[in-house]
């Protein structure tokens, strides 16, 4: 009933004057910098294609809990290499409801077996990001520009709410005495999209004598079977003091090609009402799902140095607009520490 998709997860973290993870400042050689994070997120409402916001059928509820551990490597003073790994826990919960009446003198025992339960929950590896980012200016203006890869782990990818199949809604409302039964939900609860991405991006930022830091992001990614995206992210940032950096972030995706059909989603015409009163079929909305969304992200938080090798950072983001994605919130908290791995890691930075 909705289309949960996997969020992607920016922890920040200031090291070497760089203000976040995807950054044109990069670690110099030799330096390896580590990042343990947990993101909670939850959702209540969700974005249908048009982008028209509702609240989930049947008081549905979206959780994901998310531990990342995420490290980076100084090569040269100017390339370093990221690896990311997520462990997640998704699941949404929703009232059960009877959606195909039964026959004049059903008994209890009909409606006991035709109950529909769209109630998941999925535990397991994430998609893996592997990146590397080339620094080719750091004054005025530091410019990178960054390759990812992004790989899914064997999950059960997206489907629609009873299925990959069929992918029309004619063929669903054909078939709908045979399809819509407890045993062929299925619906999308995933840990990601179950498909690769590969993005090239343009990172450029500056820092001021006040202390304060801005950046800007643009980049495509090309998605294996899903509809490719560019990205737009502006981020600013402001030292209070010599220990906390306080920052926000606008994120903007948008999809510029179709992506494949993944069944069919059962919506509700009236999402608010109850599940007594759906009368069987006559509240359903069918949707037919592409794997595709747009969204805009709004992230404010701030960094704490606790001492010159270990930074806090904590934050709120919230899914502002978008289509095909939930209306989530996002608290997230990580850890990171930095070391030199290298015996000649403090030699100047090459110019």
């Not at 330096?31 to 509702?54: H, I, M, N, P, T």
């Not at 979206?62 to 040269?76: C, E, I, M, P, W």
């Not at 990178?144 to 997206?158: C, M, R, V």
């Amino acid at each position: 009933m909705r289309r949960v998709l996997p969020f992607l997860i920016f922890l920040v973290f200031l090291s070497n004057a760089s203000p976040a993870l995807a950054s044109p400042w990069t670690l110099p050689r030799g330096r390896l910098a580590l990042v343990v994070g947990y993101d909670y997120q939850f959702a209540s409402e969700e974005f249908l294609e048009a982008g028209e916001q509702q609240v989930f059928p049947l008081r549905g509820l979206y959780t994901s809990s998310s531990v990342t551990f995420d490290a980076r490597l100084g090569v040269s003073d100017r390339f370093e290499l990221q690896l990311r790994l997520p462990v997640r826990a998704v699941s949404f919960t929703s009232d059960p409801v009877v959606l195909i009446p039964g026959p004049e003198g059903a008994g209890i025992d009909y409606y006991q077996e035709n109950v529909i339960d769209l109630s998941q929950t999925r535990i397991g590896l994430g998609d893996i990001w592997i990146t590397g980012r080339y620094n080719l200016l750091r004054w005025p203006v530091a410019i990178a520009i960054e390759g990812a890869l992004k790989t899914p782990t064997g999950y059960e990818g997206p489907a629609g709410t009873f299925g990959n199949q069929p992918e029309s809604e004619q063929d669903f409302v054909d078939n709908i005495g045979t399809l819509v039964t407890p045993e062929n939900v299925t619906d999308d609860v995933s840990l990601g999209d179950g498909q690769v991405d590969l993005s090239l991006n343009l990172l450029l930022g500056m820092s001021f004598p006040t202390h304060t830091f801005a950046r800007l992001d643009i980049g495509y990614t090309l998605r294996f079977d899903a509809g490719d995206q560019i990205r737009a992210s502006l981020k600013a940032g402001q030292a209070l003091g010599s220990r906390v950096l306080a920052y926000v972030d606008g994120t903007f995706y948008y999809t510029v090609t179709e992506g494949r059909p993944i069944g069919i989603s059962v919506a509700a015409q009236d999402a608010t009402l109850p599940a007594a009163d759906y009368g069987g079929t006559t509240n359903l909305r069918l949707r037919e799902l592409r794997l595709e969304r747009d969204a805009f992200d709004f992230t404010f938080g701030a960094i704490v140095r606790v001492t010159e090798a270990t930074e806090i950072n904590i934050g709120y983001s919230r899914t502002l607009w978008g289509r095909n994605t939930a209306a989530t919130n996002r608290f997230y908290v990580s850890i990171g520490v930095q070391a030199d791995v290298l015996t000649d890691a403090g030699a100047p930075p090459e110019e």
